[in-house]
């Protein structure tokens, strides 16, 4: 991989596309620096500070990299595109027109994009509106109790994430590697370092020498199980062999060749954590926006959805929020594949085009043998997102490892790299630049 990067770097074009894609992401993290205009980010800090890195906020302030902590004009970030990415990804399955868009070749996913442009603004500008108003209404969080202020705020957050949405388009085009995913994965990676270094000063600076040393060893074979688990669990595929029948049409024969179908064992990524974790933050995040105490039966409630409180040997009863989170994980493992891969519609393209399953008749049957492979692999994919996305809350549960960057962090951060180390590869050997890719 590193031998691909420096001799991706010889080459003027690839070069000029890396050296873009890096100073886009020094003006992102320039960015994350600059405080919106109005708000008292001294104050909101020491807020911020009173929730844990489990907390709903918390969640939020890791794909920013820090920007939501900081009050800064990209707080937002780019979350408002993901959502609507996915609120897209949902309608192409609900609305006839979308799907017909989605199959429609470039016009259509040209369309697709633009809409998916508006409803980024759009869900900004509620986000930002809400955000508005909470500090507005909560004494200290502004320099003053002034309206305009309000409108500053809602202004200067949605330009920011718009602004963001717009660097991911940019670095797509001109530079290397999916702009948007490069993006999140550079705002997760800032926030790594301070992460390790908490770790660190918990469990090793300061102990005993052979309490340090053993706590030392452990962190790192975690971070390292769980980064090469993502890598095997990122590559694995179960391929699929597709026989194609012989034609013959005068003196020549045409077909008779063989391909491959691969099925991928984690076909949903990392959409399923997302998915799950996005349905048990949205409560806490409105109880902690309008002020609830915490009390009664809704307060129980939200402690149950709480991952902080999962694994916690003092109050074990809230575990049952992580049966529940792990069982929401395997049903989105599923749910997701169903809306991405369509086992019918394969099927009658390989009989269209006269490929068939050695063993198995074209047609249903086909579609039935492709669907029990597919639910078999999803299973293993779902236990090692289980497995990943689990044992950071366990160890933070267990020994109140505080951490921002979890299985979710992990699955983005490697996938990302090892699909723009790809890229770069592809790039070089369009080039045909020969001895640069090495077995």
Not at 306 to 323: A, D, E, F, R
């Amino acid at each position: 991989m590193f031998k691909s990067l420096m001799n991706a770097l010889k080459v003027k074009e690839i070069r000029m596309k890396i050296l873009f894609t890096l100073a886009m992401l020094a003006l992102i993290r320039l960015g994350s620096a600059i405080p919106v205009p109005g708000m008292n980010t001294t104050v909101f800090k020491n807020w911020f500070q009173g929730l844990t890195e489990s907390d709903a906020f918390g969640f939020m302030n890791r794909f920013t990299g820090g920007s939501f902590e900081n009050m800064s004009i990209l707080a937002l970030n780019i979350t408002p595109y993901i959502t609507s990415s996915i609120i897209i990804q949902l309608l192409t399955i609900a609305i006839p027109k979308f799907e017909e868009w989605q199959k429609d070749g470039e016009d259509g996913r040209k369309k697709l994009t633009k809409l998916t442009r508006y409803i980024t603004v759009a869900l900004a500008l509620i986000e930002s509106i809400a955000m508005a108003i909470g500090f507005y209404r909560n004494t200290g969080f502004l320099t003053s109790q002034n309206p305009f202020l309000v409108v500053q705020i809602v202004a200067a957050l949605t330009a920011g994430s718009a602004f963001l949405m717009w660097i991911g388009e940019r670095i797509t085009e001109n530079g290397v590697g999916n702009g948007i995913s490069i993006v999140l994965t550079i705002n997760i990676l800032s926030r790594m370092p301070s992460d390790i270094s908490s770790l660190f000063g918990q469990f090793v600076s300061g102990k005993p020498i052979a309490r340090g040393v053993v706590s030392a060893i452990v962190i790192i074979a975690v971070i390292i199980f769980m980064v090469v688990l993502v890598v095997l669990l990122n590559g694995a595929e179960r391929r699929i062999p597709v026989q194609y029948a012989k034609k013959i049409q005068g003196r020549k024969t045409y077909g008779g060749n063989h391909s491959e179908i691969p099925l991928k064992v984690n076909t949903a990524g990392v959409m399923p954590i997302i998915f799950a974790m996005s349905l048990f933050q949205f409560p806490i995040i409105i109880t902690q926006l309008v002020g609830y105490n915490g009390s009664g039966f809704w307060g129980k409630a939200v402690a149950f959805l709480n991952q902080s409180n999962w694994c916690n040997p003092n109050h074990p009863v809230y575990t049952l929020g992580l049966v529940v989170y792990i069982l929401l994980l395997i049903f989105f493992a599923y749910f997701y594949t169903s809306i991405t891969f369509n086992p019918i519609e394969i099927a009658d393209n390989m009989k269209k085009q006269g490929g068939f399953i050695p063993g198995i008749r074209p047609g249903k049957p086909t579609s039935e043998y492709l669907t029990s492979i597919l639910n078999y692999i999803i299973f293993i994919g779902a236990c090692g997102l289980i497995i990943i996305g689990v044992l950071p809350i366990v160890f933070n549960g267990l020994f109140g490892a505080k951490v921002s960057f979890g299985g979710t962090s992990l699955i983005i951060v490697v996938s990302v790299i090892l699909e723009t180390i790809k890229q770069i590869e592809s790039q070089m050997l369009v080039r045909n630049y020969k001895g640069f890719l090495e077995d």
